[in-house]
């Protein structure tokens, strides 16, 4: 203290009137905290929510609920999870994360048809959900249309024969060897799969000479059969004696040692006559040479 008074009086001037300050900055925040405990921050925020009641009520609107979410005010209102934005849905006390799972949702096409498609919201505990359930508007664009139009007269339903063609009824037949896949999808158990397999198969046989070829193709069902009819006589011939190896492998029921031991035949012997020449080789088994009939020309 003593030294205080040897300092020059400017230096003595300037440190009381520092102290000056620093006593009147102590005295106003003392004065100020004795006012309720509230801060300027806190007493602004309580006018401003304060006015927003007010208008609430000029307009005829409800009072906004609130409540604490993890130290934080969040606040109950009318919203639609279709629409709502970012800031909205916060308000409605939920997490960021949560607030972005909605988005990824939307995004993704998910429509909320109706308030319970908000409880599948990743994350939603089952006390957000009871709280923010009286809340919850679905607009009617988004509502399912079997519900919005459910009163109304429905028109008749009118089946697209194309894609779904009728079916044949029982004593109805499809000629085999002429048949387009359109036709043959009239067929019940033939599906677009089965009449373009009936199709290939009928252009490398050469056509069918009996219905129960049919079941040579795979897991070809065999209650479609009863509608089927074949011609023996539309079915193309093969003139055994003129083709080469290659072209008589083609044939379903020629298989290369056959089509070898035909060549080899006729390279021996001269041109074949008969099947029942054939019928002394093994290869050709007595079913084999009963298939070809229908099929070989000399």
Same mark, same amino acid.
């Given at each position: 203290?003593?030294?205080?008074?040897?300092?020059?009086?400017?230096?003595?001037?300037?440190?009381?009137a520092?102290l000056?300050?620093?006593?009147?900055?102590v005295?106003?925040?003392? $004065?100020?905290?004795?006012?309720?405990?509230?801060?300027?921050?806190?007493?602004a925020?309580?006018?401003?929510?304060?006015?927003?009641?007010?208008?609430? !009520?000029?307009?005829?609107?409800?009072e906004?609920t609130?409540?604490?979410?993890?130290?934080?005010?969040?606040?109950?209102?009318?919203? =639609?999870?279709?629409?709502?934005?970012?800031?909205? @849905?916060?308000?409605?006390?939920?997490?960021?994360?949560?607030?972005? &799972?909605?988005?990824?949702?939307?995004?993704?096409?998910?429509?909320?048809r109706?308030?319970? /498609?908000?409880?599948?919201? $990743?994350?939603?505990?089952? +006390?957000?959900?009871? !709280? @923010?359930?009286?809340?919850?508007?679905?607009? /009617? =664009? $988004?509502?399912?249309?079997?519900?919005?139009y459910?009163?109304? !007269?429905?028109?008749? $339903?009118a089946r697209?024969?194309? #894609?779904?063609?009728?079916?044949?009824?029982?004593?109805?037949?499809?000629?085999?060897?002429?048949?387009?896949?359109?036709?043959?999808?009239?067929?019940p158990?033939?599906?677009?799969? *089965?009449? #373009?397999?009936?199709?290939?198969?009928?252009?490398?046989? +050469?056509?069918?000479?009996?219905?129960?070829?049919l079941?040579?193709i795979d897991?070809f069902?065999?209650?479609? @059969?009863?509608?089927?009819?074949? =011609?023996?006589?539309?079915?193309?011939?093969? &003139?055994?004696?003129?083709?080469?190896?290659?072209?008589? #492998?083609r044939?379903?029921?020629i298989? *290369?040692?056959?089509a070898?031991?035909?060549?080899?035949? #006729?390279?021996?012997?001269?041109?074949?006559?008969?099947? /029942?020449e054939?019928?002394?080789?093994?290869?050709?088994?007595?079913?084999?040479?009963?298939?070809?009939?229908?099929?070989?020309? *000399?």
């Open positions: 203290m003593k030294n205080f008074f040897y300092l020059q009086r400017s230096d003595r001037r300037a440190i009381l520092a000056a300050v620093l006593a009147i900055a005295g106003v925040t003392l $004065y100020v905290g004795s006012q309720g405990g509230t801060t300027p921050t806190a007493a925020d309580s006018t401003a929510i304060k006015k927003m009641h007010c208008k609430e !009520r000029a307009y005829g609107k409800k906004t609130y409540y604490d979410v993890g130290g934080r005010k969040a606040e109950l209102f009318a919203f =639609d999870p279709n629409t709502a934005d970012s800031t909205q @849905l916060l308000r409605l006390g939920l997490a960021p994360w949560q607030v972005r &799972n909605i988005y990824k949702y939307r995004a993704a096409g998910g429509i909320y109706r308030p319970s /498609d908000f409880a599948r919201l $990743y994350g939603l505990t089952k +006390g957000q959900y009871e !709280r @923010l359930l009286p809340y919850i508007r679905i607009s /009617d =664009d $988004y509502r399912p249309a079997t519900e919005a459910a009163t109304e !007269r429905q028109e008749p $339903y697209d024969t194309l #894609r779904y063609p009728l079916k044949l009824k029982p004593g109805e037949h499809v000629a085999l060897n002429s048949a387009d896949t359109s036709l043959l999808k009239r067929v158990g033939i599906g677009s799969g *089965f009449a #373009r397999a009936i199709v290939r198969y009928r252009e490398r046989l +050469g056509g069918f000479y009996k219905v129960g070829q079941l040579e897991n069902p065999q209650s479609a @059969l009863p509608y089927f009819t074949a =011609d023996a006589s539309l079915c193309r011939k093969l &003139n055994i004696n003129k083709l080469t190896l290659s072209q008589l #492998r044939h379903p029921y298989g *290369f040692y056959q070898k031991t035909i060549i080899g035949h #006729r390279r021996l012997y001269g041109p074949i006559h008969s099947l /029942d054939l019928s002394l080789y093994k290869d050709f088994p007595p079913e084999t040479i009963e298939k070809l009939r229908n099929y070989v020309e *000399f």
